[in-house]
């Protein structure tokens, strides 16, 4: 399981700083924040990967892994580092718990759970069709051995500049971006072979992020509703074993949205008292009212001065921006 | 990962074992299929061929040193283009490498 250490080092690396950004974690906002470093980590080490076979170190050679391994792991405490000094900068007094940043929705409903046991079934058969169609075949569809494990096979076989020549082969689409060839030259690094594993690992990270961020992004019982749609619709599980590229854009719009939009990876500066966008629960102290706030705040009509003088007013009208985009995106059924 | 009857593994298969006849990079010859070139499955063998033998580039001509013949793809009764080659490996299923004969 080589493969999986491939994956995971960078995602580690990364998720040290999501972590110890955000300090407390509801397991939601970890889920999240598990997805969200699992995407960025395949897609950073591509670009370290890239670079790598550009510098003509090739990734056949033990060279290229340790070269990798020490960069994840400067990476790593890099990020331990810069987190440590933020959190003792702090001022200890006035920094709030960020209990708020990512609030459980209460339970809705006469069976909460009815709903998510669903979603986790259906999310079992998902997984085990994606598995039966990775084994049936394993070099995945057309595009996935045509395209993008071709131009991999290139980069890892190519050690000795010969990879380029996938540049002269037309109808391979040479144009196309080295995120998931990069990637798959990586992990087949780390195996020392080319395994059919590696590239059916990799889309298999990209769909469970996919429904992972979905899912820890939407509030209420909604969230399991657009999961299990995700996952029952046929499209997405054919494209998942496909091992091309469209599941991993996808996965990178959507935690692009859950970034920009979701509640579960937003990190409140230090003494600010904003709430977040999607917030149900006002956090402590806050005056100004949660857009997503159903319980009105009885001192919503009343600003806190606080708020504005720890929060720079470019801040709070993207925040206010983004709360009411996202307040509109709410009046949809899903 | 199991190997089941999935085509491109069985075809991989096939070329794997012509890989050894052939240098480790550059350009190989392809025999054009005499009818029917652009047929689903042919162009999938071409397309799996380049798979499995990157990175060497596969190409759709006969002026190269190697040429590689799928079983249906050379005329019954000799085929022209095939003239001056000799064959150097032939795989399981009968897909073959010919070389250019020194002269």
Not at chain 1, 26 to 51: E, K, N, P, Q
Not at chain 1, 147 to 161: K, T, V
Not at chain 1, 218 to 230: E, H, S, Y
């Amino acid at each position: 399981m080589r493969e999986a250490i491939a994956l995971l080092l960078p995602a580690c690396a990364i998720g040290v700083v999501l972590y110890r950004s955000a300090g407390v974690m509801s397991a939601r906002a970890a889920a999240a924040s598990l997805a969200l470093a699992l995407c960025l980590g395949i897609g950073f080490s591509s670009v370290v990967s890239t670079a790598l076979i550009f510098s003509g170190i090739a990734p056949a050679s033990r060279a290229f892994v340790l070269i990798d391994v020490a960069t994840w792991a400067i990476v790593a405490a890099l990020s331990w580092w810069t987190t440590s000094a933020a959190k003792s900068r702090e001022p200890k007094a006035k920094s709030p718990k960020p209990k708020a940043q990512s609030p459980e929705p209460e339970a809705q409903g006469r069976a909460p759970w009815l709903l998510s046991a669903t979603f986790g079934v259906i999310a079992i058969v998902a997984l085990a069709s994606v598995v039966a169609s990775s084994m049936a075949a394993p070099h995945g569809d057309w595009d996935a051995w045509a395209i993008w494990n071709q131009h991999a096979r290139f980069l890892f076989r190519g050690g000795d500049g010969s990879w380029r020549e996938f540049l002269s082969i037309a109808w391979s689409q040479p144009d196309y971006p080295l995120l998931l060839p990069a990637s798959v030259a990586r992990v087949w690094a780390y195996a020392g072979h080319e395994s059919t594993l590696g590239p059916a690992l990799i889309a298999m990270v990209f769909g469970i992020a996919c429904v992972t961020l979905v899912v820890t992004t939407l509030d209420g019982q909604r969230r399991w509703i657009a999961g299990a749609l995700m996952l029952g619709a046929t499209t997405f599980l054919t494209q998942v074993p496909s091992q091309c590229a469209d599941v991993p854009l996808a996965c990178f719009i959507v935690a692009t949205l859950a970034v920009t939009f979701g509640d579960g990876l937003r990190i409140p500066p230090p003494g600010s008292r904003i709430p977040g966008p999607g917030s149900r629960i006002p956090s402590p102290g806050s005056r100004i009212p949660s857009p997503g706030s159903r319980t009105p705040d009885p001192g919503s009509r009343t600003p806190d001065p606080g708020s504005r003088m720890t929060s720079p007013p470019c801040e709070k009208w993207c925040s206010v921006g983004i709360a009411r985009c996202s307040k509109a995106a709410g009046r949809f059924p899903i | 990962m199991r190997r089941g009857a999935d085509p491109v593994a069985a075809l991989e298969t096939e070329f794997r074992a012509l890989s050894r006849a052939l240098p480790l990079s550059g350009p190989v010859g392809f025999l054009r299929y005499d009818t029917d070139d652009d047929r689903a499955d042919r162009v999938m063998t071409y397309y799996v061929a380049q798979y499995t033998l990157a990175p060497r580039v596969v190409e759709k001509r006969t002026d190269l040193e190697f040429v590689i013949v799928a079983p249906d793809a050379a005329r019954a009764a000799g085929d022209a283009r095939l003239v001056g080659f000799e064959p150097v490996a032939t795989s399981k299923e009968g897909y073959r490498v010919y070389q250019r004969r020194t002269q």
